[in-house]
């Protein structure tokens, strides 16, 4: 079994910065892609920003230059360090990750969920 836990949302004020965790484990006998995702009221789950097994990352137009992402394969742990937080970045984030299980076969995991809230 994999588990998926993200964590470090709260309130901030516009212009302020967050940091976003991520932690998979359980049976994990690999792990590529890590992914976060958003999703604001009424609005569907958008992917924010990703990251390969390599160190590749992509962004939304919206994040590029104020997100970043990271991760750490000996760990299988993912950050996105989020500064310069804006009211339209409210959402609750989402922290996604393909992995094999041990004798099983890849899948997407998802972490519970985690709320930023941007206001003043």
């Known amino acids: 079994q994999v588990t998926v836990v993200d964590s470090g949302g709260g309130l901030v004020q516009p212009g302020k910065s967050l940091r976003l965790s991520c932690a998979a484990s359980g049976s994990i006998e690999s792990v590529s892609a890590m992914q976060w995702y958003r999703q604001a009221p009424g609005n569907l789950r958008q992917l924010v920003a990703g990251?390969?097994?390599?160190?590749?990352?992509n962004y939304a137009e919206s994040v590029k230059g104020r997100f970043t992402i990271a991760r750490n394969n000996a760990k299988n742990t993912m950050t996105l360090q989020m500064n310069s937080l804006q009211p339209e970045d409210t959402a609750v984030y989402y922290c996604k990750v393909e992995a094999k299980e041990t004798g099983g076969t890849w899948a997407d995991y998802w972490g519970q969920g985690t709320q930023v809230t941007v206001s003043s």
């Open positions: 990251i390969t097994y390599g160190g590749s990352t």
